[in-house]
């Protein structure tokens, strides 16, 4: 099935056109550095004092990108193109794609990088993935499908895959390689859409995603973004600043945006904490997210907000567990059956097979095993008598109740709670000093810090 069938890109409504960087390019790309909101939101002067994503790359399935762009340069490897063929960071025609990679990984530019685009993990890399849109008509053959795309990335350095689409209805190869990527322990960040309905598709649905939903500047659920009780989290997805390939840069919202912001702050966590799983970098994410005044008494995982928006700084600095190897995410179904070679009951056999094959390695007989079995049978009796006799020889003088293995005796210890006990592992935290600061009306970012 081709992409034009099962894959359309899930783009944001663009509302601003091309800026050009030949007139007044200092003022002008200070605008554009002071356009990213989110950026102000999370404090990311703060962030990159911890992490800058450095060695982790993140793959981008989606229109091929610009790696020529300013803000990209050196940011984005060759990648492949499943739509036209050959490499996928050389795209001039289609936006999206390079969007996503510059919210991820763009490193601005100028003096400093003070101007441009600047990504929330400046120093990670990009792997471009190139698949065909609604629109396209692919030339490498008919049979492509999403599958290809997250096997390339997935076996090729990949930690964190980013999926700014609308994949349609997933097919079995292509629920066979979501499983592949994250059995990988690869971190696969899927946007909800944009279509403000409340039934989210089968791509943020699968088991072992993370769905990210859009939310505003002030952290309320952008009404656009669809919902579901599949919804992980939620994060920036309003007028979000972002590069171009067709021009320097876009404005768009959308829950793509979003979608890219996560990844983005999974590459910060992968490469500061490069021994937790993808679960429990989701974790992370999970315990340190954040609710908007007024939400913070909503119970989680809210289908609208999942359990918050991120928050990358303390993601990054609190003491959080590391936790169950999953974390938050569900395990898709082929995980959960035995490995090949893993312990597993013997399958039954119209021929018996198996179970002569057991006793042939036992290398004992039937009659031996049951003379065994008789024997053992007669010992415990012994033993029972004995300690019955000695019960009532000493039954004046026994133990308080409750003692030799009752409650409050010797060897009794309270059962403590397991680690799926605990109550609401991935309920929101309680708030910390300024954990929800309300701030004065021309700064409603600062929720996000």
């Given at each position: 099935?081709?992409?034009?069938?099962?894959?359309?890109?899930?783009?944001?409504?663009?509302?601003?056109?091309?800026l050009?960087?030949?007139?007044?390019?200092?003022?002008?790309?200070?605008?554009?550095?002071?356009?990213?909101?989110?950026?102000?939101?999370?404090?990311?002067?703060?962030?990159?004092?911890?992490?800058?994503?450095?060695?982790?790359?993140?793959?981008?399935?989606?229109?091929?990108?610009n790696?020529?762009?300013?803000?990209?340069?050196?940011?984005?490897l060759?990648?492949?193109?499943?739509?036209?063929?050959?490499?996928?960071?050389?795209?001039?025609?289609?936006?999206h794609?390079?969007?996503?990679?510059?919210?991820?990984?763009?490193?601005?530019?100028?003096?400093?990088?003070?101007?441009?685009?600047?990504?929330?993990?400046?120093?990670?890399?990009?792997?471009?993935?190139?698949?065909?849109?609604?629109?396209?008509?692919?030339?490498?053959?008919e049979?492509?499908?999403?599958a290809?795309?997250?096997?390339?990335?997935?076996?090729?350095?990949?930690?964190?895959?980013?999926?700014?689409?609308?994949?349609?209805?997933?097919?079995?190869e292509?629920?066979?390689?979501?499983?592949?990527?994250?059995?990988?322990d690869i971190?696969?960040?899927?946007?909800?859409?944009?279509?403000?309905?409340?039934?989210?598709?089968?791509?943020?649905?699968?088991?072992?995603?993370?769905?990210?939903?859009?939310?505003?500047?002030?952290?309320?659920?952008?009404?656009?973004?669809?919902?579901?009780?599949?919804?992980?989290?939620?994060?920036?997805?309003?007028?979000?600043?972002?590069?171009?390939?067709?021009?320097?840069?876009?404005?768009?919202?959308?829950?793509?945006?979003?979608?890219?912001?996560?990844?983005?702050?999974?590459?910060?966590?992968?490469?500061?904490?490069?021994?937790?799983?993808?679960?429990?970098?989701a974790?992370?994410?999970?315990?340190?997210?954040?609710?908007?005044?007024g939400?913070?008494?909503?119970?989680?995982?809210?289908?609208?907000?999942?359990?918050?928006?991120?928050?990358?700084?303390?993601?990054?600095?609190?003491?959080?567990?590391a936790?169950?190897?999953?974390?938050?995410?569900?395990?898709?179904?082929?995980?959960?059956?035995?490995?090949?070679?893993?312990?597993?009951?013997?399958?039954?056999?119209?021929?018996?097979g198996?179970?002569?094959?057991?006793?042939?390695d036992?290398?004992?007989?039937?009659?031996?095993?049951?003379?065994?079995?008789?024997?053992?049978?007669?010992?415990?009796?012994?033993?029972?008598?004995?300690?019955?006799?000695?019960?009532?020889?000493?039954?004046?003088?026994?133990?308080?109740?409750?003692?030799?293995?009752?409650?409050?005796?010797?060897?009794?210890?309270?059962?403590?709670?397991?680690?799926?006990?605990?109550?609401?592992?991935?309920?929101?935290?309680p708030?910390?000093?300024?954990?929800?600061?309300?701030?004065?009306?021309?700064?409603?970012?600062?929720?996000?810090?």
């Amino acid at each position: 099935m081709s992409f034009t069938r099962t894959l359309r890109v899930v783009g944001g409504a663009v509302v601003a056109g091309a800026l050009l960087f030949g007139a007044a390019p200092t003022a002008m790309a200070d605008e554009i550095r002071d356009a990213q909101w989110p950026l102000k939101a999370f404090d990311a002067e703060s962030v990159w004092k911890e992490s800058t994503g450095k060695g982790v790359t993140v793959a981008v399935i989606d229109d091929a990108v610009n790696g020529s762009h300013p803000d990209l340069t050196g940011n984005v490897l060759p990648g492949r193109d499943f739509n036209q063929g050959g490499v996928a960071n050389q795209e001039t025609v289609d936006d999206h794609g390079t969007g996503m990679a510059s919210i991820i990984a763009g490193h601005g530019h100028g003096a400093g990088d003070s101007q441009g685009v600047k990504g929330l993990a400046p120093a990670a890399k990009i792997l471009p993935v190139a698949i065909p849109g609604e629109d396209d008509v692919p030339t490498q053959g008919e049979d492509i499908s999403l599958a290809d795309a997250l096997k390339y990335a997935a076996d090729h350095g990949a930690s964190v895959i980013n999926m700014s689409i609308d994949a349609g209805v997933l097919t079995e190869e292509e629920k066979e390689a979501l499983s592949y990527a994250i059995k990988k322990d690869i971190l696969l960040v899927v946007a909800t859409g944009n279509d403000g309905r409340g039934r989210l598709g089968d791509l943020p649905s699968f088991p072992g995603v993370v769905a990210v939903g859009a939310v505003d500047k002030a952290g309320q659920v952008w009404d656009k973004s669809n919902y579901g009780p599949q919804t992980i989290l939620t994060a920036p997805g309003t007028l979000i600043r972002s590069a171009a390939a067709s021009k320097p840069y876009r404005l768009a919202s959308g829950t793509s945006d979003s979608a890219a912001y996560v990844s983005g702050a999974a590459a910060l966590l992968r490469a500061k904490f490069p021994d937790l799983t993808a679960g429990q970098i989701a974790n992370r994410l999970v315990k340190t997210a954040g609710l908007p005044p007024g939400q913070t008494g909503t119970k989680l995982p809210d289908p609208h907000y999942g359990y918050g928006f991120i928050r990358p700084f303390r993601a990054l600095t609190q003491d959080i567990p590391a936790g169950s190897k999953n974390g938050p995410l569900k395990i898709p179904k082929d995980e959960l059956a035995p490995s090949a070679g893993g312990a597993t009951a013997p399958a039954a056999s119209s021929a018996g097979g198996s179970q002569a094959s057991e006793e042939s390695d036992s290398g004992l007989g039937t009659g031996v095993i049951v003379g065994i079995a008789v024997g053992v049978l007669a010992v415990v009796a012994i033993i029972i008598v004995i300690v019955v006799v000695s019960q009532k020889k000493n039954d004046r003088n026994g133990p308080p109740p409750g003692g030799f293995g009752g409650p409050g005796g010797p060897g009794f210890a309270p059962q403590q709670p397991g680690p799926y006990q605990q109550p609401g592992p991935y309920q929101q935290q309680p708030n910390a000093s300024g954990g929800y600061p309300l701030a004065p009306p021309t700064q409603p970012p600062a929720h996000f810090r």
